[in-house]
C-alpha cells in the first residue's frame, strides 16, 4: 500500500512563474491537507480539501494561492506569480473516512520543496 | 499567533536515557494532542497521539503526558536510541490541526 505521494519533489522557479504542486493521497483516502513549512517554522495548516470540494482554506493566503481536488487525479497546490517569500517545503498529508476529521492520523507525503530564485 | 509552542530548538541526550520533549498550547479548547517525528528530506510520521480526557498514553518506549491546566504536553522516550535521533513536533486540534515548530533531538550513542 503506497504511502502520500508527491511530485516534484524539488521544484525551482523564478520569480513571476507559475509553481504547481501534486500529491496522490494513501489509497482509500478521501481527505486531503497542505502545509507550508517556512525555513526555522512549524508546520501551517493551508487548506483541507475532500474530492471536488474545498472543506477549510482558512490557512491559504487570499492571493495567488489555489487548491483543488478533482474527483479523478491527484491534489494540485497552485502558486501564480511565485515570489521568493514562497521558498518553503510544502507538505501533503492525507486521511481515511472516520468521520472525525480532527483525530483522524493524518499520514504525510515527503513534501515538495520550492526555491523561488 | 502561535498557538502550539515548542520552546526548546534542539535537545541532546545520552543513548539509554531518558529524552522529554515538552509542548505549550494556549488554546483550551484543543481536544486532542499528537506528535509526530521527522526525518530530514521525509514528511512527518505520527508517533503518539492522546485525547483531552486523557493525561497518560503510553506506547512501547513513548509515553505522551497531557496537563490541562497547565495546557502542557510532553513526550518522553525511554530508553532513547540514536535512532530516535529527529525532529519532533506536536500538534493540537481543535477545528484544524496546530503544529509546533519542532524540537530536534539528538541521541548520543
Known amino acids: 500500500n503506497a504511502g502520500v505521494m508527491q511530485n516534484p519533489r524539488h521544484l525551482v522557479r523564478r520569480r513571476g512563474q507559475e509553481a504547481r504542486l501534486r500529491c496522490s493521497p494513501m489509497k482509500g483516502h478521501s481527505h486531503v491537507y497542505w502545509y507550508r513549512q517556512l525555513p526555522e517554522e512549524g508546520l501551517k495548516f493551508m487548506v483541507y480539501?475532500?474530492?471536488?470540494?474545498?472543506?477549510?482554506e482558512s490557512g491559504m493566503p487570499k492571493e495567488r494561492f489555489s487548491a483543488e481536488f478533482p474527483k479523478e487525479g491527484p491534489s494540485i497546490l497552485r502558486i501564480q506569480q511565485v515570489v521568493r517569500g514562497d521558498s518553503a517545503a510544502y507538505f501533503c498529508?492525507?486521511?481515511?473516512?472516520?468521520?472525525?476529521?480532527?483525530?483522524?492520523?493524518?499520514?504525510f507525503g515527503p513534501g515538495t520543496r520550492l526555491t523561488v530564485l | 499567533d502561535q498557538q502550539v509552542k515548542q520552546n526548546s530548538p534542539s535537545l541532546s541526550v545520552q543513548e539509554g536515557r531518558i529524552s522529554i520533549l515538552n509542548c505549550d498550547y494556549t488554546n483550551s479548547m484543543f481536544d486532542y494532542f499528537l506528535w509526530y517525528k521527522k526525518y530530514p528530506a521525509e514528511g512527518p510520521t505520527f508517533l503518539i497521539s492522546?485525547?483531552?480526557?486523557?493525561d497518560k498514553n503510553e506506547d512501547g518506549r513513548f509515553t505522551v503526558f497531557l496537563n490541562k491546566s497547565a495546557k502542557h504536553l510532553s513526550l518522553h522516550i525511554v530508553p532513547s536510541q540514536p535512532g530516535d535521533s529527529a525532529v519532533y513536533f506536536c500538534a493540537a486540534t481543535g477545528n484544524q490541526f496546530y503544529f509546533g515548530t519542532g524540537t530536534s533531538l539528538t541521541v548520543i550513542p
Open positions: 480539501l475532500q474530492k471536488e470540494n474545498i472543506i477549510d
Open positions: 498529508a492525507s486521511s481515511p473516512v472516520t468521520g472525525s476529521r480532527v483525530t483522524d492520523t493524518q499520514y
Open positions: 492522546i485525547s483531552s480526557i486523557k
